[in-house]
């Protein structure tokens, strides 16, 4: 997408003189070096996935404007982000820590409040600390992508050591574990399976967490928890620390893995088939943290644009988007299952017979021999992800509309029947209502399923835009109504979920404060990231 060559003024953070900012960044470049403080005074360019901007969300809902970055800093060690978080202190400037920025769907690079100064942590801090062979673990800088762990760990012939990726393979190691991403082999939940974290705090001391507390340790990465309360739990969706190191525990080679994929006939096949799924889940005779796709988001997969099968308004009738994906080499479905079998072949077999017995209870199932498969199908795709080999082909559906973007509704529940129907009847009724296309899959973890629903559209479309903005609005407030709370979200609408887990008269959100007001007492720290507004900001109109 060719930049845009609109004229723009650049931002400076509220609050502060433009004259008095230009001068605090050039005693920050004095520190860290000229080259390292950029202002964002170009036109905001926005690339594509594997050349993001760091400057702003290239797949914004609302004007690119909005969350927008002032400046952007490179620090190259923890003591240069100390000294950034010092500068902040000192001047009041607002700084927005990202590793990599790939966090497309929840606001990508952006900073929460408009003019913040990013924290570009990736770009020099971006070692692998240490590749452990005989404890299975890892630390890395916030600037290691999965790509670039999963080639060190080839490059240095460790065969035994897995890694776990997430649907797109370009993201960091920490952004996405922080953020509490998931994956899809047994190692999926990636928050679960760090170990050790190292954090400058917003007032400008480091710590260690776990055993790194402890001089001289050589358990760090291999016993989460250390002495005394787990701390590490408030420096994921938050904004009370900016992590600078992590470990990471690796995955031992299964001694080979076997993809499988099954197709349901009837959208009224998903309740009987999820409560199919939970126990052999739960049991892990389902290893991995699947997928169950609907059938739109299948045809999207393949990267065709929606206008080549249907140009009319509205959401695409469910009747051509049936021949469409008879036309497909997976063939006509309502749901498709996509798993993964792990061990040598005999433990393998015995597993894989289990699943086949249970999916066929569901008149219609049939499993589909990958080797019908073109080689550039979807499937495979899925199946190096739950290899733990980086991928980025998700990326196709992106192209359903014009200037494809999309954002995400991520609900969580049990792996229930009913659950599932009431979700799935929500999402549709609602998307139906803005006449968006409804693209769910639910992703089973181990004891919960999250639904995630991306919402496709065109970011130079403003009217589109509003309709999927106002699309989520309604999904947030209809879950919660019935119980439902996401994951994870994005920046636009982290104050309306935030503010549905308000259990007790928001004695959570309270709790967020006090801690956010002990630690960041000038308020310099992402504020608003995820809900949590610092006493500088709280109730002076910047919620959303
Ligand atoms: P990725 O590069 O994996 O896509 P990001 O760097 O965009 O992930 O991280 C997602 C979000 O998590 C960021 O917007 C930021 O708010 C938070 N985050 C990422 N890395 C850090 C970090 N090292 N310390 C604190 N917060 C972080």
């Not at 509003?466 to 104050?495: F, I, N, P, Q, S």
Request: hydrophobic share 35%; net charge negative.
């Amino acid at each position: 997408k060719p930049a845009k060559q609109r004229q723009r003024v650049p931002v400076v953070p509220q609050g502060i003189e433009r004259d008095a900012f230009i001068a605090a960044l050039e005693e920050l470049g004095g520190q860290l070096g000229k080259e390292n403080v950029e202002v964002n005074d170009k036109p905001l360019v926005d690339g594509w996935y594997m050349e993001h901007p760091n400057t702003h969300d290239m797949m914004t809902i609302l004007d690119e404007e909005e969350f927008v970055a002032s400046a952007v800093v490179y620090p190259s060690t923890t003591e240069e982000v100390q000294s950034i978080v010092q500068w902040a202190n000192k001047h009041k400037i607002p700084i927005f820590p990202i590793s990599m920025g790939r966090n497309l769907g929840y606001g990508g690079a952006a900073p929460r409040v408009r003019g913040s100064v990013v924290i570009d942590l990736g770009r020099r801090m971006n070692r692998i600390l240490d590749i452990n062979p005989e404890d299975y673990t890892c630390l890395v800088e916030p600037g290691v992508s999965y790509y670039g762990l999963y080639e060190a760990i080839k490059e240095r012939g460790y065969d035994h050591l897995w890694i776990d990726v997430p649907d797109l393979g370009g993201g960091s190691v920490i952004g996405n574990a922080v953020d509490r991403g998931v994956g899809y082999t047994p190692y999926g939940d990636h928050w679960a399976c760090h170990s050790g974290l190292e954090v400058v705090l917003p007032t400008g001391e480091v710590i260690r967490t776990g055993m790194g507390a402890l001089p001289g340790n050589n358990t760090w990465q291999t016993f989460p928890y250390g002495f005394g309360p787990f701390s590490d739990g408030i420096f994921s969706q938050s904004n009370y620390g900016i992590v600078t190191k992590m470990g990471m525990t690796l995955m031992p080679n299964p001694g080979g893995y076997e993809g499988f994929m099954y197709t349901f006939p009837k959208e009224e096949d998903l309740a009987p088939l999820i409560d199919i799924i939970r126990p052999l889940r739960i049991s892990m005779i389902l290893e991995n943290v699947a997928q169950l796709r609907h059938v739109t988001q299948s045809v999207a997969a393949r990267g065709i644009p929606r206008s080549k099968f249907y140009s009319g308004s509205g959401p695409i009738p469910m009747d051509i988007v049936h021949k469409a994906a008879a036309e497909q080499p997976v063939g006509d479905h309502s749901w498709g299952y996509y798993g993964m079998c792990y061990g040598p072949e005999h433990i393998r077999k015995h597993k894989l017979a289990i699943i086949d017995a249970e999916f066929k209870k569901i008149p219609g199932a049939r499993k589909i021999d990958p080797k019908s498969l073109p080689e550039d199908e979807y499937y495979f795709a899925r199946e190096r992800v739950a290899a733990g080999i980086p991928d980025i082909h998700e990326l196709r559906w992106v192209n359903w509309t014009p200037n494809g973007a999309h954002i995400a509704f991520s609900p969580v529940s049990p792996i229930r029947g009913t659950d599932a129907t009431a979700l799935n009847d929500l999402g549709r009724r609602i998307h139906d209502k803005y006449g968006i296309d409804f693209f769910p899959a639910f992703i089973v973890g181990l004891r919960e399923m999250h639904l995630i629903v991306e919402i496709v559209f065109d970011r130079d479309d403003p009217e589109r835009k509003k309709a999927a903005l106002d699309c989520l609005r309604d999904l947030v407030e209809e879950a919660a109504k019935l119980g439902y709370g996401e994951y994870r979200t994005h920046l636009v609408l982290m104050d309306q979920v935030a503010g549905t887990y308000n259990w007790n008269d928001s004695a959570l959100m309270k709790f967020n404060e006090k801690l956010k007001d002990a630690l960041d007492p000038n308020g310099i720290l992402a504020p608003g990231r995820c809900g949590i507004w610092p006493k500088r900001y709280r109730n002076r109109g910047w919620e959303m």
